[in-house]
């Protein structure tokens, strides 16, 4: 079971990112699939996921109308489209999934057992 993620970069305020997480060992769409992110100095935090077998997506009031998760299923990847990206997004992000998941513990990053290395988004002017 091994997640990878990739898209990461630098960009200013107001700017775009695209991040993929190709998954691989696992049937994808039997599992709930998470993105986290860890800023510096900061533990890691919830952004979007998705739970297993669904399409509704949840994410942090803190990315909530700017981020979007979804799966491509074709590539065994599910993405994470960020726009108006502002410098407290600035983080290393991290792709999580596990088959397990119940609703009131989706946020919840102890819940996740199998996690990506993460990517970096840096946000700056």
């Known amino acids: 079971v091994q997640l990878v993620e990739s898209g990461g970069g630098s960009v200013q305020p107001g700017g775009s990112l695209r991040l993929s997480c190709a998954a691989s060992?696992?049937?994808?769409?039997?599992?709930?699939m998470a993105w986290f992110r860890q800023a510096p100095g900061k533990g890691r935090e919830f952004v979007a996921a998705?739970?297993?077998?669904?399409?509704?997506?949840y994410y942090a009031d803190s990315v909530k109308g700017r981020f979007t998760i979804s799966r491509d299923s074709a590539r065994n990847s599910v993405l994470l489209q960020m726009d108006n990206l502002q410098p407290e997004d600035t983080a290393v992000y991290y792709c999580?999934?596990?088959?397990?998941?119940?609703?009131?513990?989706?946020?919840?990053?102890?819940?996740?057992?199998?996690w990506g290395h993460g990517t970096q988004v840096t946000v700056s002017s």
């Open positions: 999580a999934a596990d088959q397990w998941v119940i609703l009131s513990a989706i946020e919840r990053e102890d819940v996740y057992h199998t």
């Open positions: 998705m739970r297993a077998r669904a399409t509704v997506p």
């Open positions: 060992g696992f049937t994808f769409y039997h599992y709930a």
